[in-house]
């Protein structure tokens, strides 16, 4: 009889501790310096490389991913693309005038071919990776597709840097305004040309110009049908699906929709041609999820369909911009979600956490990596964010954080006390990513000696198997 009560609260002891684990999606900071956030808008916006948390970032607006993990940004106002090497934590600019960037804002702008770092870029807001590993980007302001080649160099790949509506071979074709960017496997580009109000093609083989849909700069609309006959307006961003098909998103004159290019066809995938309305008081106009229907259908709301993305899983991803959030729609059953963020308004714009409680401001740029990890270009915050799935085991704990660590004094000058929620390895780095200061049993709480580190900005590391955290501190005397 003990035997048997001993297996049944046995039995239940597991229920309750393995029957309520289940995943959910985490918001980190994947790059960016989060300090200064508080003191208010652009109060962090800068450019600075070095370990992922302490590099800065002046208006990135968009992100793609490599075959390993790695994340390139348009550094928009800094006019640079930036890469986040996510296997050492660091942040480099890897193409753009980084002499003349110190100047101010915008004084390293213009248009000019040639080495990485001789190389000048103007507010750029598109890019994407081939399977190379070469980066193409949307030079918006000079209406010039750029390659970035894997080998080194920067080269006009399309477009003359003359704003126009030319078809043709790629060196003397025109642009007007392109922002979203998307190459499939075959190296053929396609360019949501917002001036032109056109989905182009650069097809690889022939190394020309082609309009997809559209009619031009002279036929601004919204318009279903055959693409020779469908009109576009605002377009942003642009993502390719599995079966050769096209998504691309319209964000402005009471336009908050994606369209569906496929087999010679333009329809609307999801959203509205207005803002639209929603009994929901709690929520912003122009924010609802649910079910897509065809035709015009307040059933869904966006309020900013500005970047757009797959997912490993085949979800479009689509970064709501003036909603706060990132939204997913299921292309299987066509229901819209709400990945990641919170579109009630607050004084807060900035907050990690769980994918209801965390904040984004201004999100624009989205992508997601071959590991189901998704990227965000944080715009407001300048920063990056990242989406993962995460397991929570038992209720409690799915209402806090996953991990917290507290530093204290900071800025500190002989000792710097630590309290973390778990144990494990801690690191003291400097800028460079050198150690400075290690412990591989370390348990919490404890206090290390300062007294001898030279005054600067460090970063302590403190992770286990399963967490790690991350904390800037300065060392002063």
């Not at 055959?226 to 390719?240: D, E, K, M, P, R």
Request: aromatic share 10%; proline share 3%.
């Amino acid at each position: 009889m003990y035997r048997t009560k001993l297996i049944l609260l046995f039995s239940l002891c597991l229920f309750f501790f393995s029957g309520y684990s289940q995943k959910a999606y985490y918001v980190s900071t994947a790059a960016g310096d989060t300090a200064d956030i508080p003191k208010g808008a652009d109060s962090n916006a800068g450019w600075r490389d070095g370990i992922a948390t302490y590099a800065k970032f002046n208006g990135p607006t968009a992100v793609a991913t490599d075959t390993m993990g790695n994340v390139y940004i348009a550094d928009t106002y800094n006019n640079v693309i930036r890469k986040l090497n996510t296997t050492f934590n660091m942040v480099t600019t890897i193409a753009g005038d980084t002499t003349d960037i110190k100047k101010g804002l915008d004084s390293n702008i213009g248009f000019k071919d040639g080495t990485n770092f001789v190389a000048k870029f103007k507010n750029p807001l598109g890019i994407c990776v081939d399977k190379f590993g070469n980066l193409y980007i949307a030079d918006t302001y000079n209406n010039v597709i750029r390659e970035i080649l894997v080998s080194g160099g920067v080269i006009s790949y399309a477009g003359n840097n003359t704003p126009g509506y030319v078809n043709g071979p790629a060196a003397a074709a025109e642009f007007y305004l392109p922002i979203g960017i998307a190459v499939d496997n075959s190296g053929n580009i396609f360019v949501a040309d917002e001036g032109n109000n056109a989905i182009r093609e650069i097809v690889k083989a022939t190394d020309s110009v082609i309009t997809v849909a559209g009619l031009g700069p002279d036929s601004s609309g919204y318009v279903n049908g055959q693409t020779t006959l469908a009109q576009f307006s605002t377009l942003y961003g642009i993502a390719l699906g599995k079966k050769g098909d096209i998504y691309a998103s319209q964000f402005g004159n009471g336009v908050n929709a994606i369209r569906h290019i496929y087999n010679d066809t333009a329809t609307t995938f999801a959203g509205y041609v207005t803002y639209g309305f929603d009994t929901n008081l709690t929520a912003p106009v122009g924010y609802k999820n649910g079910k897509c229907t065809p035709g015009f259908d307040t059933a869904v709301l966006f309020n900013g369909t500005t970047g757009i993305a797959f997912d490993t899983a085949g979800n479009l991803l689509v970064a709501d911009e003036f909603n706060n959030v990132i939204r997913l729609v299921n292309t299987n059953d066509s229901v819209v979600t709400t990945l990641a963020g919170n579109p009630v308004a607050s004084d807060t714009t900035y907050l990690d956490g769980w994918h209801n409680k965390a904040k984004f401001f201004n999100p624009m740029g989205v992508t997601a990596d071959n590991k189901g990890n998704v990227y965000v270009a944080d715009l407001g915050n300048n920063l990056i964010r990242k989406i993962n799935l995460q397991t929570v085991t038992a209720i409690p704990a799915i209402n806090k954080d996953v991990t917290s660590m507290h530093v204290y004094p900071n800025p500190c000058s002989d000792r710097l006390n630590i309290v973390s929620s778990f144990n494990g390895k801690a690191e003291l780095l400097d800028v460079t990513g050198r150690i400075i200061w290690s412990n591989n049993d370390f348990k919490s709480p404890a206090v290390i000696s300062t007294s001898t580190v030279t005054p600067g900005v460090y970063f302590l590391k403190v992770s286990s198997l399963s967490s790690t955290e991350i904390q800037k501190i300065e060392v002063v005397k």
